[in-house]
C-alpha cells in the first residue's frame, strides 16, 4: 500500500495528528499525547484512540507507544 493511499483511509483527525507528527519529528523524538492535543484542539484521549491507525499503519513516520507516566507518550521516528 502506498503512503498515499494509507493516508485516504484516516479520518480527518488521524490526518491532523499524522500531519503534526510529520512536522515536529524532525526536531524531536517523544510527544505526549496531552501535548499533541493541545495544539490540534482534541482531548488526550482522542489522540490516543487515533493514535493506532496511524502506529499500525505504512506512513512516513514510525509511531511507537513508550510511556504511560503522566499520559501516554509516543517515540516517533520520521
Keep these: 500500500m502506498s503512503t498515499t493511499a494509507a493516508t485516504d483511509d484516516l479520518n480527518e483527525k488521524q490526518r491532523r495528528i499524522l500531519q503534526y507528527l510529520r512536522e515536529n519529528a524532525g526536531s524531536?523524538?517523544?510527544f505526549k499525547s496531552r501535548l499533541i492535543a493541545?495544539?490540534?484542539g482534541m482531548t488526550a484521549k482522542e489522540v490516543g484512540?487515533?493514535?493506532t491507525a496511524?502506529?499500525?499503519g505504512e506512513f512516513?513516520?514510525?509511531v511507537e507507544k513508550w510511556?504511560?507516566?503522566s499520559g501516554t507518550t509516543w517515540?516517533?521516528?520520521a
Design 49 to 51: 484512540a487515533n493514535m
Design 67 to 69: 510511556g504511560y507516566s
Design 75 to 77: 517515540k516517533v521516528d
Design 38 to 40: 493541545a495544539e490540534l
Design 28 to 30: 524531536k523524538t517523544y
Design 60 to 62: 512516513d513516520v514510525a
Design 54 to 56: 496511524i502506529r499500525t
